[in-house]
């Protein structure tokens, strides 16, 4: 069973989520409410990772023995500079489509399991990854005239 690398990839994602957020809170946070939201939404991540732990401790996390095409690195460092919240908002946005989609086949896991506990930890995270996912799209379209449009 395979199970247990999803639920590996879904705790780095996860971490990695939250200190994307942070990082883009503190790195832009002349933005308000980039500042204060970022930090909500890291917490809604470090939650999820703190639901994993008893399924974890149920189903094991292992190593992907297949090559990563995509990494779940959290972003180190802010960028500045006229484009800088556009490409950090984009960079954030990629990694929680990741953290998105990987909660929907751990979802389909827990479905083809019957485990109810799973499926629960699974359908709130997910429905609130989407709602990060769709605040950072908004977002991004918000920034983008300005950034694209505005000379610095």
């Given at each position: 069973?395979?199970?247990?690398?999803?639920?590996?990839?879904?705790?780095?994602?996860?971490?990695?989520?939250?200190?994307?957020?942070?990082?883009?809170?503190?790195?832009?946070?002349?933005e308000?409410?980039?500042?204060?939201?970022?930090?909500?939404?890291?917490?809604?991540?470090?939650?999820?990772?703190?639901?994993?732990?008893?399924?974890?401790?149920?189903?094991g996390?292992?190593p992907?023995?297949?090559?990563?095409?995509?990494?779940?690195?959290?972003?180190?460092?802010?960028?500045?500079?006229?484009?800088?919240?556009?490409?950090?908002?984009?960079d954030?946005?990629?990694?929680?489509c990741?953290?998105?989609?990987?909660?929907?086949?751990?979802?389909?896991?827990a479905?083809?399991?019957?485990?109810?506990?799973?499926?629960?930890?699974?359908?709130?995270?997910?429905?609130?990854?989407?709602?990060?996912?769709?605040w950072?799209?908004?977002?991004?379209?918000?920034?983008?005239?300005?950034?694209?449009?505005?000379?610095?």
């Amino acid at each position: 069973m395979k199970l247990a690398v999803y639920i590996g990839l879904l705790r780095a994602g996860e971490k990695a989520l939250a200190q994307s957020f942070r990082q883009l809170a503190e790195g832009h946070g002349d933005e308000p409410d980039v500042y204060h939201l970022c930090h909500t939404l890291a917490g809604q991540s470090e939650e999820h990772e703190r639901l994993l732990t008893p399924i974890v401790e149920r189903y094991g996390e292992q190593p992907d023995d297949e090559p990563e095409r995509f990494r779940a690195d959290a972003m180190s460092e802010s960028r500045t500079g006229a484009l800088a919240l556009l490409r950090d908002l984009q960079d954030v946005h990629m990694l929680a489509c990741f953290v998105d989609t990987t909660w929907t086949v751990v979802k389909q896991g827990a479905l083809a399991l019957r485990d109810e506990e799973l499926l629960g930890v699974a359908t709130r995270c997910e429905q609130q990854t989407k709602l990060q996912h769709d605040w950072l799209s908004t977002r991004i379209k918000q920034a983008a005239p300005q950034a694209l449009l505005v000379s610095s």
